[in-house]
């Protein structure tokens, strides 16, 4: 039996547009890094963010590059780097997220391109996986700050849950943090 893609609107929320502007090359290209969840891919994403280290710039890395992730029209899960492009379109590679810390005309490949090319860019919910340790609790943060499909109205806290839920299923455990319309 094969879940309707509507009767997976209570669970992740109901797929529809992205908020404000797709970039033209959000429609065309991906990072190399997308990966959809699933039981191949998930040892890897732990493995990362396991990641333990005597050098200081592990913890630099993840503090200043985030993982972005999102939930399809179909339910699963894709994720990846946040990566940048210049203005050929050229992979630059992994930069801070602050836009003050990269050169204006590098751009983002944001939550949009971790869906398939194309013009239609409707997901269900998005958002980020942020470094922030906790004495005693996981590392990692799961939210739900993307301001075009994560922050949106119809994004519910027992939608970024049931996200936590499908990362669950695979040993990847966070701490949940909603962010509200704003």
């Not at 908020?19 to 890897?44: C, D, R």
Request: with cysteine.
């Amino acid at each position: 039996m094969t879940t309707q893609t509507n009767d997976l609107d209570p669970i992740y929320g109901p797929s529809s547009a992205a908020n404000g502007i797709v970039h033209g090359h959000e429609t065309s290209q991906q990072p190399e890094s997308l990966m959809e969840l699933n039981a191949t891919t998930a040892p890897l994403l732990k493995e990362y963010l396991e990641c333990k280290a005597p050098m200081a710039a592990v913890n630099v890395m993840a503090k200043t590059c985030h993982l972005l992730w999102i939930i399809d029209p179909q339910g699963r899960l894709f994720f990846a780097v946040e990566e940048m492009i210049d203005e050929d379109g050229e992979l630059i590679g992994v930069l801070p997220k602050s836009i003050d810390a990269r050169p204006a005309t590098f751009q983002k490949l944001g939550h949009p391109s971790l869906l398939s090319p194309g013009l239609n860019k409707d997901a269900r919910i998005a958002g980020e996986i942020e470094y922030d340790p906790v004495k005693g609790g996981p590392d990692w943060v799961l939210t739900n700050s993307s301001r075009r499909y994560g922050t949106r109205e119809q994004a519910k806290p027992e939608h970024l849950d049931a996200v936590a839920g499908m990362f669950n299923d695979y040993g990847l455990y966070f701490r949940v943090k909603f962010f509200r319309l704003r």
